[in-house]
């Protein structure tokens, strides 16, 4: 994401988030508990433009995103987008889904690292945002249920037949997305869905305990392994190898870098700056 901007200002407030930027670390919660945080157009659209902000600015070293109340989120609203979308047109859909897919994208392409700190319920929409980050820490309330089949859609939604199977593996990506059974934590983490499992209504803390040590780190260091897990999906062996030569050639021109041998030398952590 490139870091030049045009005469924009930044947004002041989001309507559908609340957001918290402390010390490197943004915190991005979810803020319907009422409804289980379920998704509206303006949220999906909110998320997909603060993560082109929050992209832009390098001010942010890692993310945090949470659900507010008893879940993470529970997938698109039934009434607020399902009853709505009945009466669009073709390409009025598919505005709306080609949305939903770059907010998968975002989360994906932005230069720091996203956790998903869920408890109680991930469905839908929801599954495939804490699917799309690089981190989920959950507690053992979470439950993952990737819903699409159900309401008689593919199970491919918003890049979950892309993500899943490399997550997961091809044959429990097969099972989640064309059943759409939930998969409640200890089967979550014994597959490979959960990064972490913590203790009962611990996983929002435990989330900013790692987003913080991230945004201690190396930040572009973890910029560049995110870019190069995503790119190197789709890549044979050798433009990989490649890829990862050209990178660290780059890196090894960093004041990161440097700051490590100086710290190594003289025996005291290194203070990174993340360029």
């Known amino acids: 994401m490139s870091p030049f901007t045009g005469s924009a200002a930044r947004t002041p407030h989001w309507e559908h988030l609340r957001v918290d930027l402390t010390d490197g670390v943004a915190t991005v919660t979810l803020a319907r508990p009422e409804k289980l945080n379920a998704l509206t157009f303006g949220a999906y659209a909110d998320l997909r433009d603060l993560l082109a902000e929050l992209s832009r600015e390098r001010s942010v070293r890692a993310l945090v995103l949470a659900g507010e109340g008893r879940g993470f989120c529970s997938g698109g609203d039934v009434d607020e987008i399902i009853g709505a979308t009945l009466g669009m047109d073709t390409a009025r859909l598919l505005d709306f889904n080609r949305m939903t897919g770059q907010v998968v994208r975002a989360i994906r392409e932005c230069p720091f690292p996203v956790i998903a700190a869920v408890h109680g319920v991930a469905a839908g929409a929801g599954a495939v945002l804490a699917l799309a980050a690089d981190f989920r820490v959950a507690d053992p309330s979470a439950r993952f249920a990737f819903l699409f089949t159900r309401v008689g859609l593919s199970g491919g939604d918003m890049g979950a037949a892309y993500l899943l199977p490399r997550v997961v593996g091809l044959g429990h990506a097969t099972r989640l997305l064309m059943l759409g059974d939930p998969v409640r934590a200890p089967e979550a983490e014994r597959i ?69 041998h100086a710290a190594f030398t003289e025996k005291r952590p290194p203070k990174w700056s993340g360029r």
């Open 192 to 260: 490979g869905l959960i990064s972490e499992l913590t203790e009962e209504g611990t996983a929002d803390e435990a989330a900013q305990q790692l987003a913080h040590r991230l945004a201690d780190g190396p930040a572009l260091a973890f910029a560049q392994t995110k870019a190069l897990l995503t790119a190197e999906l789709d890549m044979p062996l050798a433009a990989s190898v490649e890829l990862d030569a050209s990178t660290q050639a780059l890196l090894m021109n960093s004041a990161d870098y440097a700051e490590f």
